[in-house]
């Protein structure tokens, strides 16, 4: 568990030492609570049938990815305008762990640069490994969308839009700035899309391979985790093209070596309801739910506009990125909030050093308790 998760555990922990029977209002943390839908349910259990018989049994599953869940993700990015062939995709238990695993493609004495604020994990991966990190610093002048600075020279580029915690997405012509980058210097975008499904605007991009030029210079993380609610079922995707070679060296063929070697793929049962939601029926069930999250940002979002506290995010993404009121650090606003409200969010400090002020709501909560955490941000604040 990252250090900010762990730091924020332990003071409500501590608060409900003093207060057992206080009711929280958890807006921290991006962990879904919607159950799976109806047609990934179905799926799974008929998946767990097939086991059940030798004619239907599955036992290893190809080490990439099985073709039908293949082939369902291709034709999802197909329908979006992005060509893609069934072998450029891998299936994966996880964003989280793609995210580590990527990291053998590259040098250890090669460059990662973040753009921060961030999630934890890309710092973290890099530090593990030992790899040099470039902290790219963001801020509400570019929106929390900055653009490549030719004096900064990386190998490995992380982007992530929908932005976790800002909730900023990079529009087109953002995005070509940082493909376009990536092209002359030889770099590799490791472009984190777990939250494509919340982009509502038309015009946004919801994969890398939309931008001209990406499939020599990108990789795709995807995850079913907030799209479908598959937190705790794990599943997710990767995709790799086959232009994208660096050294002389075809990571697309690299990467089918290193699964085969480093995994015997994710289970039979698992890849069929992921594969459900990929479904006429999958997709539009998991927009309802999605919908819910898009009520609780709504309802955070006019709370906040009632404030005239400045915020981003919420309206392509499940999070809202806010300043702190009254000049307020992060931790002592979340200490305010949890004291004051009884309502827990996530301290921007957190995410990087430039997230000190602002502060992240989470609007994969429950709905009630939403509306009453909105409602007694609002008493707070106006005082
Ligand atoms: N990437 C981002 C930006 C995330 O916010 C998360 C989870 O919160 C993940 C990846 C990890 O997703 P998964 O559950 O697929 O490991």
């Not at 020279?153 to 980058?181: H, M």
């Not at 499904?197 to 995850?223: D, M, Q, Y």
């Not at 309802?299 to 307020?328: E, Q, T």
Request: proline residues 5%; hydrophobic residues 40%.
């Amino acid at each position: 568990m990252p250090y900010l998760f762990y730091n924020i555990a332990q003071k409500i922990k501590a608060y409900q030492n003093v207060h057992p029977s206080a009711h929280l209002y958890r807006m921290g943390i991006g962990d879904v609570s919607l159950p799976l839908c109806d047609a990934v349910i179905r799926a799974l259990h008929e998946a767990v049938d097939d086991q059940a018989n030798a004619e239907s049994f599955h036992g290893y599953m190809p080490e990439c990815g099985a073709p039908f869940l293949r082939e369902a993700i291709a034709n999802y990015y197909g329908e979006k305008g992005v060509a893609l062939s069934p072998e450029e995709i891998f299936v994966s238990s996880g964003a989280s762990d793609e995210l580590g695993d990527i990291l053998d493609l590259f040098d250890r004495e090669s460059t990662a640069l973040v753009i921060e604020p961030a999630y934890p994990a890309y710092v973290d991966a890099n530090v593990i490994a030992g790899r040099k990190i470039v902290h790219l610093p963001s801020g509400r002048e570019n929106g929390f969308l900055p653009e490549p600075d030719a004096a900064i020279k990386a190998d490995i580029l992380y982007i992530c839009s929908p932005n976790n915690p800002t909730g900023a997405v990079f529009n087109r012509e953002k995005l070509q700035a940082w493909v376009d980058y990536a092209n002359q210097n030889g770099a590799i975008i490791l472009f984190d899309a777990a939250y494509e499904a919340f982009i509502e605007e038309p015009a946004l991009p919801h994969s890398i391979f939309e931008i001209k030029g990406a499939r020599t210079c990108a990789v795709e993380i995807c995850s079913l985790s907030k799209t479908a609610g598959f937190t705790g079922t794990r599943l997710g995707y990767t995709v790799i093209p086959k232009e994208l070679v660096r050294n002389d060296l075809n990571l697309n063929a690299m990467w089918v070596r290193n699964r085969t070697t480093k995994t015997n793929g994710v289970s039979y049962i698992i890849q069929k309801g992921g594969a459900a939601v990929f479904t006429k029926e999958g997709q539009k069930q998991i927009h309802e739910n999605i919908r819910v999250y898009k009520k609780n940002a709504k309802v955070l979002m006019n709370a906040l506009d009632k404030l005239d506290i400045w915020y981003c995010g919420g309206r392509n993404a499940p999070y809202i990125w806010m300043k702190c009121p009254s000049k307020m650090g992060s931790w002592k606003f979340f200490d305010y909030l949890l004291n004051e409200i009884q309502v827990v969010g996530t301290p921007g400090a957190g995410f990087g050093a430039c997230g000190e002020g602002y502060f992240r709501f989470s609007t994969f909560g429950n709905p009630d308790d939403t509306e009453e955490a909105a409602y007694r941000l609002t008493k707070l604040l106006q005082k």
